[in-house]
Every structure is written in C-alpha cells, then in structure tokens.
C-alpha cells in the first residue's frame, strides 16, 4: 500500500501542488496571448481578461505557499489565515478593475475590434477552468482549507468570466453589440465582490469543512 493511500492528506497537498502548477503555466500563458489581443484588436473585455489572468496567478502563488506551509499545526493555521485574507484581497481587485473597464466602455462606447485569438482563448478557458475549480475544491475539501476553497471559487469565476468574454465577443462579431460585453460583466462584479469581501473577514462563502482531521 502506498503512503498517498495511507495519508490521504499527503496525497491531497501532493495534488494541490500539481493542480497549481497548471494554474500557474496556464493563467501566464492566457495573461499574455488575451492581452495582446486585446490590444491588437482594441478590446477593453480582453485585456480585463488578461488582469483578471495576472490576478489568477497571484492567488495560485498564495495558494502553492498555502499548502507548503501545511506540515506544522501552528504555521498551517497562520498560512490559512493570511491566505484567505490575500485571496479576498485578489477577489476585490478583481470586482474594483470590472466595474472600472465596464463602466469606462459604457461611457465611451468603446466599440472592440474583432478577434479570431480572443474567441478561440475565452472557448477553451470556459471549458477548462470548471474541471480545474472542482479538483481544487477536491483539493481544499480534504485539507479543510478556507483560503484554497475561496482559491478554487476564483478559477471557477473565472471560467464564468471566459463565458461572459466569449458571448460578448460573439455578439459584437455577428450583430455589432458592443455593449453586451460590459454589462454582463457589471452582473458579475456583486457576486466577485462579495466573495472577497467574506474571505477579508476571514470566512469563505466556499468554506469547507474538513474530511481529514489534522494530527
């Protein structure tokens, strides 16, 4: 019998590592390739996008120095409670920087160019963030981890936010309705905002208790 299968807990970090390890290559990558586009083709929704990728990746850093600090009882509890509090921080920045861009489009009429790279991104990032969000909350589960949970709320906000991208894109593309984007993507400031705000209090609307009980 494995170690990983007498110590679930064990297994769990290991997996939470990997998990982030993906977070991490893959938001860099999306940072880059929406932003870039979004420049190119004048998009304000995409380059948002790419920050909303750059806030990703912070919160994948405050999560993988989470789970290194899971070893000793006291660091652990310390770990958790900066954590969430980071987490919640990335989650108002997030809801502060949609509602700015959002409303600055609507007040400018900023109409985005299309593009083809922007599609096809915010496509495969609605399809693969949901999978990566629930093996995360997997993850924050058998922990018991507040701070990885509300970690795992945000991947899957962003895949919401991919949908949100991806049908506004569509929409200017096929009927020139350049403000569908904006105004789905105000909707979602309230729910962004209120997960930050209940992680800055220390709690997670995502908590979890935990499966596995520390030694």
């Not at 919401?160 to 009927?175: C, D, K, T, V």
Request: glycine share 8%; with cysteine.
């Amino acid at each position: 019998m494995t170690t990983s299968a007498l110590d679930p807990r064990a297994d769990a970090l290991r997996r939470g590592r990997i998990l982030n390890v993906v977070s991490l290559l893959y938001n860099a990558a999306e940072a880059i390739i929406a932003m870039t586009a979004g420049l190119a083709a004048g998009s304000i929704a995409l380059v948002g996008f790419g920050v909303d990728s750059m806030l990703e990746l912070g919160a994948s850093l405050t999560a993988t120095w989470r789970l290194t600090a899971d070893s000793d009882p006291k660091s652990r509890e310390r770990a958790e409670f900066i954590a969430l509090r980071l987490t919640g921080a990335s989650f108002l920045g997030l809801a502060g920087y949609v509602a700015y861009e959002s409303v600055q489009s609507l007040r400018h009429h900023d109409v985005p160019g299309e593009s083809t790279i922007g599609l096809v991104l915010a496509l495969f990032s609605a399809l693969i963030m949901p999978p990566l969000a629930r093996a995360k909350r997997r993850v924050a589960e058998t922990l018991g981890s507040g701070a990885l949970a509300a970690e795992a709320q945000q991947t899957m906000l962003c895949s919401y936010l991919s949908w949100i991208l991806l049908l506004g894109l569509a929409l200017n593309a096929s009927f020139g309705w350049w403000w569908a984007d904006p105004l789905a993507a105000l909707a979602m400031v309230p729910i962004i905002g209120r997960e930050g705000w209940e992680a800055m209090r220390g709690r997670s609307s995502c908590a979890c208790h935990p499966h596995v009980h520390s030694p």
